[in-house]
């Protein structure tokens, strides 16, 4: 639900390392490097209007340190940030290699940069990953409301032990997360899970390596299609990928799925179409050329040769990534407007209050809120909406259930009444009517949800559909109602292996409190098909359209 640790998904960046004291740049595709302090933090994007966007912080400059301290992971930044909330701050940035110190007052909140953390990969000892094993359970016991709740107890420990066992020799950090995310992926929370090492796939395309596998995939129950084919050969949109270099691509989803982490396995799906180039090279050890077999459409089967792509290549061919939309799409020919975001961000006040502005002065009757690719983000960015749009009753929570940690007591210290430990179970409160907006929209709306739908944006589907405030339109959401979230995050000691775990149990609105692995349903259902994608079509999209048409027909008469 208000996960602080959404992941967002962005655009590839290039980089090379080198082993000399001085910086060069290899190739077109490459960004200078300083030759020591990995992993560096890359800036990979930055959000408009943000702190980071005021002081002139660009994509591709490398946080150095902030007030001394040298960033290598995302909960070290996040540390820094927070201690250096309403003071001046010095960033120091290498930019094009010249290393710039900065120093601004910083006002808290976000700094508005998405980071990627870039080495060569690491290997690591016997008792170092042991270590890190330690560091993760004691994380897991102290956060996590039930570890046990689809993982069994008696097996949680029998295959903890056995995970013990299995190390005895060095490996690399990508074969050390392998074992172990495998493990905390059995959890099936898809707020608790551990970050892939990405030093290894990052170092090959960032120093201009074609290793990128160029299509880009949408995973469905009839099979993994092709979304997007970047290459130069005669695979279109559609086509169903059969397999690549003889793995057959059933068999190959399975085995990329228990790396993931998730209620459901549609959402688990949606993780790997995130990270499919990335899964192929590390997970599955594919490389190009790569040997693709597909199905088109019309039925015909043909086996391509596909060389791998750089990082340029991509970014020219994917300018916008899923965690950058922001979008007012207006349809006065229907009397809507289509309001399209991917993440309950810090952005979006301004965006509902200038996108209603605009829906109040046309005049138009229906709304339509595009969740289909939202991640999720803050609840209160989702109340905001909901006070655009209703005047009705409603509430968010049905109540919660809170482990009390010193992660929970550092958001709410007034939780220190409970002891330490205790998982407190809160109970909702009375629905009540959201604040009044003078651009309330007073007319229809409807929401479009898929598999892709996770986290706060399930938990607003949920809330307009058990309060009856909007139609949803769409496939099964990735987030399920009841559900649990608000993650805190370590960094393990040695691997610097990311590691985020629930911190709470959100009850869903209606006050079911039922764990059940389930997403939110939509009133209509829309399935997407290889022909879809083919013809570039949004199905959901499509069948509000036709049911506005109808109205407005009807309307009309």
């Known amino acids: 639900m208000e996960n602080k640790s959404v992941v967002l998904f962005i655009a590839i960046l290039s980089v090379i390392f080198l082993s000399f004291s001085l910086p060069v740049k290899a190739n077109d595709c490459g960004i200078l490097f300083p030759d020591n302090g990995a992993p560096w933090c890359v800036i990979a994007g930055v959000v408009p209007g943000s702190f980071a966007d005021s002081i002139g912080l660009l994509q591709n400059d490398i946080i150095l340190s902030i007030n001394g301290i040298r960033i290598h992971s995302t909960p070290e930044l996040r540390a820094v940030r927070e201690a250096a909330a309403n003071s001046e701050i010095e960033i120091v940035i290498w930019r094009d290699g010249t290393e710039i110190p900065l120093r601004y007052f910083f006002p808290g909140g976000g ?30 016991y102290e956060v996590h409301p039930n570890l046990y709740a689809s993982f069994p107890e008696h097996e949680f420990h029998t295959d903890k032990k056995l995970l013990y066992d299995s190390i005895y020799e060095e490996m690399t950090d990508v074969d050390f997360w392998k074992m172990t995310a495998r493990f905390v992926a059995r959890i099936q929370d898809g707020h608790t899970g551990l970050a892939m090492p990405v030093g290894n796939w990052h170092y090959k395309r960032y120093s201009g390596k074609p290793v990128i596998f160029p299509i880009s995939v949408l995973i469905t129950r009839q099979g993994v299609y092709v979304e997007e084919n970047v290459s130069t050969t005669p695979i279109s949109p559609g086509d169903k990928i059969l397999s690549i270099n003889n793995r057959d691509m059933d068999r190959l989803l399975e ?4 790396y993931r982490s998730g209620e ?6 949606s993780q790997i179409e995130n990270h499919f180039p990335q899964l192929l090279y590390q997970i599955a050890g594919i490389e190009p050329p790569f040997n693709v077999t597909v199905r088109s459409v019309d039925g015909k089967t043909t086996t391509h040769i596909l060389d791998g792509i750089d990082r340029c290549l991509m970014e020219k061919a994917i300018s916008t990534t899923p965690g950058t939309v922001t979008e007012l799409i207006e349809l006065p020919e229907l009397s809507a407007a289509v ?40 609840s209160a960015f989702a109340d905001t909406l909901v006070s655009y749009i209703t005047d009705k009753r409603y509430r968010f929570f049905g109540g919660a259930h809170i482990k009390i940690s010193r992660f929970v007591l550092s958001q709410s210290p007034a939780f220190g009444l409970h002891d330490m430990g205790s998982v407190v179970k809160f109970p909702g409160s009375d629905p009540s009517r959201p604040p009044d907006r003078q651009t309330r929209f007073t007319g229809e709306v409807f929401c479009l949800i898929s598999n892709r739908t996770f986290s706060t944006a399930s938990g607003l589907a949920a809330v307009l559909k058990d309060f009856k405030i909007g139609t949803l339109v769409g496939q099964e959401t990735g987030g399920i109602p009841t559900t649990y979230g608000d993650v805190a995050s370590i960094a393990l000691p040695h691997s610097s292996i990311g590691a985020g775990a629930s911190m709470k149990y959100f009850i869903r609105p209606s006050g079911d409190s039922s764990y059940i692995m389930e997403g939110v349903q939509p009133d209509v259902q829309v399935p997407v098909t290889g022909l879809d994608i083919l013809q570039g079509r949004d199905p959901a999209l499509e069948a509000v359209k036709r049911i506005i048409e109808g109205n407005n027909s009807e309307h009309w008469q």
């Not at 085995?255 to 228990?258: C, I, N, R, T």
């Not at 399209?340 to 046309?362: A, C, K, V, W, Y």
Request: net charge negative; aromatic share 18%.
């Open 339 to 378: 309001l399209r975001f991917n993440m309950f961000g810090n952005h979006l006040p301004d965006f509902f209050r200038s996108s209603f502005s605009t829906i109040q002065e046309e005049g138009y009757r229906y709304v339509i809120i595009d969740l289909q690719h939202n991640g999720g983000g803050s």
């Open 111 to 140: 700094f508005g940069i998405y980071p990627v953390y870039v080495d060569r990969g690491i290997t690591l000892a016997p008792e170092e990953m042991k270590e890190d094993l330690d560091s993760l359970f004691a994380f897991l």
């Open 255 to 258: 085995y990329l799925e228990q």
């Open 264 to 269: 459901l396995r549609h959402f688990r799906w």
